[in-house]
């Protein structure tokens, strides 16, 4: 029997789970997500037998979660890309990752950052090396943007939320979770210092989970001189597999900064970061050294 023939018909959950409900099959999106779209390169990152990937490709693909691109015809090859039913899982998929960090590899404390020995802590170092695949965020000017600008090394740095003053946005018992506050200090301190960012050739670009809207009334009211970019459909979180926090029934980004070269490649990590303002010269410092090697 199918699970999709169970007498639950009706259940979303049991229907979702006919799909999707396997080890292996959550991760080849997790992994396609994240930019590994061709067969040979999933088998290697996942180390699963050829006929387990081929049996869950295909599967994915007659759900419409997945969908082929062909980049070679003899012999054929595919890309395998993520269609808007794929897109949807990313939320799933990051729900998944914070259950995770908190409850089966962390205290079950709520924290909006994380402790340097973390398992959280361990994947983002890990970043260092991989490339951000190339995916379009909204602006806080409503505009779709490439959160790394072409040819440009790039600062990125993600915060769980920042609001202009007098906003209602701040969730209810923001102030008590460990790690949210410091996020306006943090964007003042790098709109401060975005001169000499500038000077390097260096760009400087925020992300958080928020509203383009909210995003857009904290810049004016800071007059920021950089983009601020919505990752609120979660695709750079689950490409990357940024740190996160639900808070208030919103995914939010835990504090961490990237610094990404133009080839798009991850060149250095902050995270933890306890210090925010401290973190800006820091990053400076660091951005100064590789930009000029």
């Known amino acids: 029997m199918k699970y999709t023939d169970l007498a639950d018909a009706d259940c979303g959950i049991a229907q979702a789970l006919g799909v999707v409900g396997d080890w292996w099959t959550l991760l080849v999106v997790r992994d396609v997500a994240g930019g590994v779209t061709r067969f040979d390169a999933l088998q290697r990152e996942l180390g699963v037998s050829r006929k387990t990937l081929t049996d869950r490709l295909a599967a994915l693909v007659a759900a419409g979660v ?3 691109e062909a980049y070679s015809e003899h012999p054929p090859r595919y890309d395998y890309r993520l269609t808007a039913a794929g897109e949807g899982l990313l939320p799933v998929l990051i729900a998944l990752q914070d259950w995770g960090d908190r409850y089966v590899l962390g205290d079950g404390s709520l924290t909006a950052s994380g402790a340097p020995t973390s ?9 260092v090396g991989q490339e951000v ?13 490439d959160p790394c600008p072409e040819g440009a090394w790039t600062v990125l740095y993600c915060f769980p939320g920042a609001f202009a003053p007098g906003s209602d ?3 209810p018992g923001w102030s008590t979770i460990p790690g949210t506050t410091g996020c306006t200090l943090e964007s003042r301190t790098y709109a401060r210092r975005h001169a000499a960012f500038a000077r390097r050739g260096v760009a400087v670009v925020g992300v958080s ?9 904290f810049v004016a009211s800071e007059e920021l001189p950089f983009p601020l970019l919505s990752d609120a459909d979660l695709r750079l979180t689950a490409a990357l597999r940024l740190p996160s926090f639900r808070a208030s029934g919103v995914e939010r980004l835990k504090r961490l900064t990237l610094l990404v070269d133009p080839g798009r490649v991850v060149r250095h990590v902050q995270y933890p970061i306890t210090d925010p303002a401290g973190s800006v010269a820091e990053m400076l410092d660091v951005a100064t050294t590789l930009a000029s090697a």
């Open 66 to 68: 997945l969908r082929r």
């Open 119 to 127: 398992a959280d802590a361990r994947r983002a170092q890990a970043l």
């Open 133 to 145: 695949p190339a995916v379009s965020l909204t602006g806080h000017d409503a505009r779709a943007t």
């Open 169 to 171: 946005g701040y969730p």
């Open 209 to 217: 989970t928020q509203r383009p809207d909210q995003l857009a009334a």
